[in-house]
T-cell receptor
């Protein structure tokens, strides 16, 4: 199956700082999503981005499918950005593989 | 409100109990999933239903029994669980093939005592 590697595993930021999270994958994919899991366990869909670039407020994501990686950018981080960020990549229905996640802590 | 509702949010059960987790999606999706998330582990896919038919069972023990009566509802029946089954159980739905992305519920945090 597809291997998914996220980096860094842990990240600590001061409020207001910018950060880049990376997701590498081992094979071509039909879909890729970024999620934020808040401290209560809720997985919130941030982007569905199998290729290209998208932006939503302070967050943006870029997937370069030919080079098998995706980046999630967080600008002007806030304490509410804390949590675990997952990427999930896959082909057909139900075949998505989740990475191990990046745990982000934003300090006030 | 994410469009996918899971109940209960928390559940404590003994090893001899029988309980059920419920998931309901209001998005018109045709695929539904159960995932397990244990501490310090990545999400593990348990079951996939596509148009009410089970299309994936990732070697899940028989003490977990899924049921999908229609495209909007998904259950996970639990019986004779073990303490190591304690985890966050997440339900998700998607618009099938091609997969336009998952929407997750808030999860059920299960503790087996």
């Amino acid at each position: 199956g597809i291997q998914v590697e996220q980096s860094p595993p842990d990240l600590i930021l001061q409020e207001g700082a910018n950060s880049t999270l990376r997701c590498n994958f081992s094979d071509s994919v039909n879909n890729l999503q970024w999620f934020h899991q808040n401290p209560w366990g809720q997985l919130i869909n941030l982007f569905y981005i199998p290729s290209g670039t998208k932006q939503n407020g302070r967050l943006s994501a870029t997937t370069v499918a030919t080079e098998r990686y995706s980046l999630l950018y967080i600008s002007s981080s806030q304490t509410t950005d804390s949590g675990v960020y997952f990427c999930a990549v896959g082909g057909a229905v139900g075949k998505s593989t989740f990475g191990d996640g990046t745990t982000l802590t934003v300090k006030p | 409100e994410t469009g996918v509702t899971q109940t209960p949010r928390h559940l404590v059960m003994g090893m001899t109990n029988k309980k059920s987790l419920k998931c309901e999606q209001h998005l018109g999706h045709n695929a539904m999933y159960w995932y397990k998330q244990s501490a310090k582990k990545p999400l593990e896919l348990m079951f996939v239903y596509n148009f009410k038919e089970q299309t994936e069972n990732n070697s899940v023990p028989s003490r977990f029994s899924p049921e999908c009566p229609n495209s909007s509802h998904l259950f996970l029946h639990l019986h004779t669980l073990q303490p190591e089954d304690s985890a966050l159980y997440l339900c998700a739905s998607s618009q099938g093939s091609p997969n336009y992305g998952y929407t997750f519920g808030s999860g059920t945090r299960l503790t087996v005592v």
